[in-house]
C-alpha cells in the first residue's frame, strides 16, 4: 500500500506506548488518518490526548509501537537514521513553538539552512516569493536575537517552506506569540495552503489557531473522537468543551 | 545551601570528571616527582652505607686547594698499622678503568662508574668463579661486568686506563655480600697490586687511601681521632659512615636538581591546568546562571553564592589531589622502577615510600589551582541581578575592552621581567617573566581571537556543518581564547627552545665553515666521570707524520687556579698551527710560539680581568708549584677557544693528565679528507674511546645532543599539551551541551549524523590551530629574545624551525580532530525529540 493521489500524509492504524509492562503508557491507540495535500489540517486536543506523538510519529521524529505512517510516497516506519533524517531533509518542513533558530546564521542563512545542508541549490524565485509572503526582505542579514518573537517565528515558517516539502508541520507555532503576531502567522499558514498548494499539520489546543485550519481533528486518549471542515473559533472551542462527554470511540 | 551545592555537583558528574582530570594530571606529575627522587635518594643512600660497610676509617690525602692530591706513600700505612686500637690498615689502589668488550667498543654504563682497584682479598669482594689474580697480566672482574660483557674466567679482556689498551686474563669472577653481582651497576675490575699502581695512578709504590679496619673494643670515632692525631695535617681521615654520607649527599645534591626540574615542568602542567579549571567553572557557572539567580531570588546572599562555587571547587579539588597522588605514586614508583633497569644499572630498589613533601604539596596544589581558578566565575556569578538571570539564560557578550587593555599591561609587565632577566641573567625573573607574558597573552586572546578564528576558519567551511562550526567556535571570544591560551603555553615553550637550539646548530655550522679551518677533528667521547680521553704525544706525532697532512696540534686541557678563580687552560702543542687553523686575529701582542713562562689570552678574559700583553698571571695547576706566566698576545673576540687561555706545552705536566684531549688536522691541498681520515683512524685502534671526524662529522656530534634536548623537552611538555588538549574536549562537551536545542533542531531538520560530527570537528580544529598559531608566534617571540640575549654566550646566528613548526600546527589540527571525537559521538547520538525539548 502507498499513500495513493491526493493524500500527503498517512497513519495506518498506529499505536504508540511508552514503557513496558504495568507503567505502560499508551499515548496513541489505534490511530489511521489520511491528511490530503494541499490542505491545513489541524489536530486538536486536551494535553495529554496523544497530539504531539501524532504530529512526531507523523513526521518520522519518533518511531511507532505498530501501524504504519507514509510520508508522500514514502514508508516512514521502518526507516534507519539516515533514512528519517532524510525524510526529514527534503519531505518534511517544521516550525516549532520556540523557533529553534540558529543564533549563529542570519535570518537568511537560518532560511536557506536544509537547503545548504543538503547540498542543494536554492530556487531564488521560490526564495523571493517566501520571504514576500512572510515580509522578511529588510530583516534578511539580521541574526536571531536583532528580531523579535513574531519575526523569528516567521523566518521559521519561511525555512519550513523553502525546500517545497510534502508536509509542513507546525507545533505549537504561536505558542510564545502575542496574539498580532500569532494572527501573521497563522495567516501566513493559511495562504500557503491556499495560494501555493502546501500541505500544513498544525498541532494546536488553541481554538482559534484551529479556526484558521480547513480540516480539525480533534484527539482524545488517543484516539480520533471528532472532526470538522472550516470550523470558526466558537465552533472549535464548542467541540472542545464538550470533547470531556465524548466516550472514546476508535474513529473509522 | 551546602546541601544544594552537594546535590548540584553530583547532578554534573561528566563535568566534574573533566574538570578534575586537569587537577589529578598535574598533581600525579608533582608527587610522582616527589615519590621517584625521594626512592631513588634512599636507594643510593642503602647503596653507599653497604659500599663502605667494611671500611670502619679511611685516609686519603688532603688536596691543596686547585692541586691534585698527591698519593700516599707506603710509610702512611705503616704509620697508621702503628695506631693503637688499629686492626688492620689497607692500602688502596684505584684509578678509572674502562673495559672494552668483545665487539671491540668500549663498554658504558648509564652513570655507574667504572674503575679499577688492587685485589688484596680483604674488600667486601668474594671470589665467585676462578681465583684470585697473581701474575701481572691477571685480573679479576666483578660479576656484573662478567654478565654485561660475557666474559668468562680465562677470557681475555682488554682495558682502558691511563695507558692506552692493554690485555689481560680473566682470572676470576667476584661478587658482594647476597650475591649481588654489583652494588650499584657499576663496571669494576682488580689488578694486583704493581699493575694497579702503574696503570691506575702511574706511578709505582703508592697508594690513593688507607681503609683502616678497628680492633675489639675502639669506636670508628675514636679511631679515626687517633688516626688523624698521629699523621697530622695533609690527610682527610673519616669514617665509613662519614664518607657513605658524603657521597649519598653529592649524589642526593644532584637528585635534588633533577626534582627542581620535574616540578618546573609539573608547575607548567599546573599552569595550563589552571587555564582549563577557569574555564570549565566560567562555563558550568554561565549554565547555572538560572539555578544560581533561584538560589538568590530565594534570599541567598552574594556571598552563599560565591560560597557554594568555592566549595564546589574545594570538593573537586580535594578528590583530585587524592586521586593525583595515588596515580603519582603508582607513577613515581613506576619510573624508579624502569630508572634502576634502564641500561643495566641494577640500582637496588629501597621501598617505595610516600614522602610528606609528596602528600603536602599535592593538596596545596590541587586544592588552590582548582580554587584560584573558581573564584573568579564565581564573582562574576554573584554580580548577576537574580531577575536578569532568570529571564534570559544565556550571559550576553560582554565588552572586551578592560580585558584587552589587563592583558596589554600584563604582557608588558612580563616581556619587561623578561628583558631584566636577561639583562641581569637572573633565572627567576627571567621565568617569572614568561608565565606573566602568558597570562598577559591569555588575556590578550579574546581580542585576537575574532580576525584569527574567521580566518582559520575560512579554511576549513567550505560546507554548510563546517561553517556552522566556524561560527560556533567565533560565538564566544573568551571561552575560545582561554582553550587556545592553554594549549598556546605548551606549543611556545616548545617552539622557543627549538628556535634557540636551531640557532645554536647554525652558529656551529657557521663557525665549522667559517672560523674552524681544520680538515679533521680527533677528539675522545666525553666521559660520565673524571676527563674525556685523552691519548699519547707519539700518536699525535704519527698523524702529523701521516701522507695528505699538512699540519696537525693538539692539546691537553685542564682547569687551572687563579687566586680564588677557577678558569680554564690548553696547553697547546703547536700555537702557529693553532692560530692557522682556528683563525684568530691577536688584539695585541703577536700570535707567535709561547717560552714556557708565557700565556695568550682571549680578549673578553683579558678585559674581564683587566689583564693585557706584559701583566703576569700566577697560576695553579693540578700538581707543583704555582707558576708565573707573561701574557705574550691577546686574540681578538672569537666564537672558537671562548674563555680559555693557552699556555705553553711543557705546562701540561703539572696537569692531571699529561695526555693529548683533543687535535686539530688540516690535509695537504689537493688532498682528499676522507682518504686521509682513513688512514688516521688506524693510528687510534688502540684508544677507541678516541673518534676521527671530519668538519660535518663534528658539527653533526656536535649538535647531535641538541635533539636529545628537544626530544626531551618535548616529552616532559607533553603533559602539559595533554592537559591542554583535555581542556579542548572539556569545552566542547560544555558547549554541546549547551547547545542541545540547537543540536536537536539541525537533526530535526535534517542535518545527517556525519555532518554534526564534521560540524563539532570544524569547531575543535580552529580552536587547536589557533592555540598553535599563537604558541608559534609567541615561542619565536621568546625564542628570538633569547638568542639575543645569549649573542655574547657563542649564539650568533638566528635560526627558524620551519619545518618543525610546520609539524606542531599539523599535530594541533590532529589534535583538534582528536579532541574532537568523543564530544562529536555525544551531538550526534542526541535523541532529536529530547534535544528539542531541551532546557
Known amino acids: 500500500m502507498s499513500a495513493s493521489d491526493g493524500v500527503a500524509a498517512r497513519a495506518v492504524d498506529v499505536w504508540k506506548s511508552y514503557g ?233 | 545551601m551546602f546541601k544544594a551545592t552537594i546535590k548540584s555537583l553530583l547532578s554534573r558528574k561528566l563535568r566534574l570528571v573533566l574538570s578534575a582530570l586537569a587537577v589529578v594530571l598535574g598533581v600525579m606529575f608533582v608527587s610522582g616527582s616527589f615519590v ?128 692506552p689498551k692493554k690485555t689481560f686474563k680473566v682470572a676470576g669472577i667476584y661478587e658482594y655480600a647476597g650475591g649481588r653481582d654489583s652494588l650499584g651497576g657499576e663496571l669494576s675490575v682488580a689488578f694486583t697490586e704493581p699493575v694497579a699502581q702503574q696503570l691506575l695512578l702511574g706511578k709505582k709504590d703508592v697508594y690513593s687511601g688507607v681503609t683502616v679496619k678497628a680492633a675489639q673494643g675502639t669506636s670508628d670515632d675514636a679511631l679515626r681521632d687517633a688516626v688523624a692525631a698521629k699523621l697530622g695535617s695533609g690527610y682527610d681521615v673519616k669514617t665509613g659512615a662519614t664518607l657513605a654520607k658524603e657521597q649519598a649527599d653529592q649524589i642526593n645534591e644532584g637528585l635534588k636538581f633533577f626534582n627542581y626540574v620535574l616540578l618546573g615542568f609539573a608547575g607548567i602542567a599546573l599552569f595550563v591546568g589552571i587555564f582549563i579549571i577557569l574555564n570549565t567553572f566560567s562555563i558550568i557557572v554561565a549554565q547555572r546562571t538560572r539555578e544560581l539567580a533561584l538560589l538568590r531570588s530565594m534570599g541567598a ?67 588552590i589551582v582548582t580554587v584560584v581558578a573558581a573564584v573568579m566565575p564565581a564573582l562574576r556569578a554573584s554580580r548577576i541581578a537574580p531577575v536578569a538571570a532568570m529571564r534570559e539564560a544565556a550571559t550576553p557578550d560582554r565588552p572586551l575592552t578592560k580585558i584587552t587593555i589587563t592583558g596589554a599591561l600584563v604582557a608588558a609587565a612580563g616581556g619587561t621581567a623578561l628583558a631584566f632577566g636577561f639583562n641581569q641573567a637572573s633565572l627567576p625573573l627571567i621565568f617569572g617573566g614568561i608565565l606573566v607574558a602568558f597570562v598577559g597573552v591569555a ?40 582553550t587556545a591560551a592553554a594549549l598556546m603555553v605548551g606549543i611556545s615553550l616548545i617552539t622557543g627552545v627549538s628556535v634557540v637550539l636551531t640557532s645554536a646548530t647554525k652558529s656551529i655550522e657557521k663557525l665549522a665553515s667559517g672560523q674552524l679551518q681544520t680538515d679533521l677533528i680527533i677528539s675522545g667521547e666525553g666521559q660520565m666521570e673524571g676527563q674525556p680521553a685523552t691519548f699519547g704525544r707519539d700518536v699525535l706525532t704519527k698523524v702529523e707524520k701521516t701522507d695528505g697532512v699538512k699540519s696537525a696540534f693538539g692539546w691537553s686541557q685542564d682547569g687551572v687556579l687563579q687566586g680564588e678563580d677557577q678558569l680554564f687552560a690548553v696547553a697547546v702543542t703547536d700555537v702557529s698551527a693553532l692560530k692557522e687553523m682556528f683563525a684568530l686575529k691577536p688584539k695585541s701582542g703577536d700570535i707567535k710560539p709561547l717560552r714556557d713562562d708565557q700565556v695568550g689570552l682571549p680578549e673578553d678574559l683579558a678585559t674581564e680581568k683587566n689583564w693585557t700583553v706584559g701583566s703576569t698571571i700566577t697560576l695553579q695547576l693540578a700538581k707543583g708549584e704555582p707558576r708565573t706566566y707573561t701574557v705574550a698576545f691577546v686574540w681578538s673576540k672569537s666564537q672558537v677557544l671562548q674563555g680559555a687561555m693557552v699556555l705553553p706545552e711543557s705546562s701540561s705536566k703539572d696537569f692531571r693528565s699529561d695526555q693529548i684531549g683533543q687535535a686539530f688536522a688540516q690535509v695537504t691541498p689537493g688532498a682528499n679528507v676522507a682518504d ?60 554541546v551541551i549547551e547547545r542541545t536545542r540547537e543540536l536537536g533542531l539541525l537533526r530535526a531538520i535534517g542535518m545527517r ?74 551531538a550526534a547520538r542526541l535523541n532529536v525529540l529530547d534535544a528539542i525539548a531541551y532546557e
Not at chain 2, 774 to 793: I, R, S
Open chain 2, 676 to 735: 686521509v681520515q682513513k688512514r688516521v683512524e688506524p693510528l687510534f685502534a688502540d684508544n677507541p674511546e678516541i673518534t676521527v671526524q671530519d668538519r660535518s662529522g663534528f658539527v653533526k656530534q656536535t649538535t647531535s645532543q641538541f635533539d636529545t634536548v628537544l626530544l626531551m623537552i618535548q616529552i616532559l611538555l607533553a603533559l602539559a599539551i595533554l592537559i591542554a588538549v583535555l581542556g579542548v574536549i572539556n569545552t566542547l562537551a560544555l558547549s
Open chain 2, 36 to 163: 621517584l627522587t625521594d626512592t631513588l635518594q634512599r636507594s643510593f643512600t642503602d647503596l653507599f652505607s653497604s659500599a663502605f660497610a667494611n671500611v670502619d676509617v679511611s685516609v686519603t690525602p688532603k688536596a691543596e686547594k686547585g692541586k691534585q692530591p698527591e698519593p700516599l706513600a707506603p710509610q702512611t700505612i705503616a704509620d697508621v698499622k702503628a695506631v693503637p686500637g688499629v686492626a688492620s690498615a689497607v692500602g688502596d689502589v684505584q684509578g678509572s678503568a674502562r673495559p672494552i668488550g668483545k665487539n671491540g667498543k668500549v663498554i658504558t654504563t648509564s652513570g655507574s662508574p667504572r674503575f679499577g682497584f688492587n685485589w688484596t682479598g680483604t674488600g667486601d669482594e668474594k671470589i665467585r668463579d676462578g681465583k684470585a689474580p697473581v701474575a701481572d697480566n691477571e685480573v679479576v672482574i666483578g660479576g656484573f661486568l662478567a654478565t654485561t660483557g660475557g666474559f668468562k674466567v680465562g677470557d681475555d679482556i682488554a682495558l682502558l686506563t691511563l695507558e
Open chain 2, 753 to 826: 549524523r556525519a555532518q554534526v560530527m564534521r560540524m563539532i570537528t570544524v569547531e575543535s580544529v580552529v580552536i587547536s590551530v589557533f592555540g598553535a598559531v599563537l604558541g608559534l608566534a609567541v615561542g619565536l617571540a621568546l625564542g628570538v629574545a633569547t638568542v639575543q640575549a645569549l649573542k655574547d654566550q657563542g649564539i650568533s646566528e638566528l635560526g627558524l624551525p620551519w619545518a618543525t613548526m610546520a609539524q606542531y600546527l599539523v599535530v594541533a589540527a590532529f589534535v583538534g580532530v582528536v579532541a574532537a571525537i568523543l564530544p562529536a559521538i555525544r
Open chain 2, 301 to 367: 546572599s552574594r556571598g552563599q553564592v560565591i560560597g557554594s562555587v568555592v566549595l564546589e571547587a574545594l570538593v573537586i579539588g580535594l578528590i583530585a589531589s587524592i586521586v593525583g597522588l595515588a596515580a603519582g605514586v603508582g607513577i613515581g614508583a613506576l619510573l624508579a622502577k624502569i630508572f634502576s633497569s634502564v641500561g643495566g644499572t641494577s640500582l637496588q630498589l629501597a621501598g617505595i615510600g610516600v614522602p610528606m613533601s609528596a602528600v603536602i604539596s599535592s593538596f596545596a596544589v590541587g586544592m
Open chain 1, 20 to 252: 513496558s509492562g504495568d507503567a505502560a503508557v499508551t499515548a496513541l491507540a489505534g490511530v489511521s488518518v489520511d491528511l490530503e495535500k494541499s490542505r491545513f489540517t489541524a489536530i486538536m486536543g486536551p494535553s495529554g490526548s496523544g497530539k504531539s506523538t501524532l504530529m512526531h510519529c507523523l513526521a518520522g521524529l519518533d518511531d511507532v509501537t505498530s501501524g504504519e505512517v507514509w510520508v508522500g510516497g514514502t514508508k516512514v516506519t521502518g526507516l534507519k537514521d539516515r533514512g528519517l533524517t532524510e525524510l526529514r531533509r527534503d519531505k518534511v518542513g517544521f516550525i516549532f513553538q520556540q523557533f529553534n533558530l540558529l543564533p549563529t546564521l542570519t535570518a537568511e542563512e537560518n532560511i536557506t539552512l536544509p537547503l545548504a545542508i543538503g547540498g542543494k541549490k536554492i530556487d531564488k524565485a521560490w526564495f523571493d516569493v517566501v520571504v514576500d509572503t512572510v515580509g522578511l526582505r529588510d530583516r534578511l542579514t539580521h541574526r536571531p536575537t536583532q528580531l523579535s518573537g513574531g519575526q523569528q517565528q516567521r523566518v521559521a515558517c519561511a525555512r519550513a517552506l523553502v525546500s517545497r516539502p510534502d508536509v509542513v508541520f507546525a507545533d505549537e507555532p504561536t505558542g510564545n506569540l502575542d496574539s498580532q503576531s500569532g494572527a501573521e502567522v497563522l495567516g501566513f499558514l493559511q495562504r500557503s495552503a491556499r495560494e501555493f498548494g502546501q500541505t500544513i499539520v498544525m498541532v494546536t489546543h488553541d481554538a482559534n489557531a484551529a479556526s484558521y485550519a480547513d480540516r480539525v481533528i480533534f484527539l482524545k486518549d488517543g484516539h480520533i473522537v471528532r472532526e470538522l471542515l472550516s470550523p470558526s473559533a466558537d465552533e472549535v472551542l464548542d467541540t472542545m468543551k464538550h470533547l470531556d462527554s465524548v466516550v472514546a470511540v476508535p474513529h473509522v
Open chain 2, 443 to 482: 588575556l590578550l586572546t579574546p581580542i585576537l581571537s575574532k580576525p584569527m578564528v574567521s580566518l582559520i576558519g575560512r579554511l576549513l567551511s567550505w560546507s554548510m556543518p563546517g561553517l556552522l562550526g566556524r561560527r560556533n567556535s567565533a560565538r564566544n571570544p573568551r571561552r575560545t581564547a582561554i
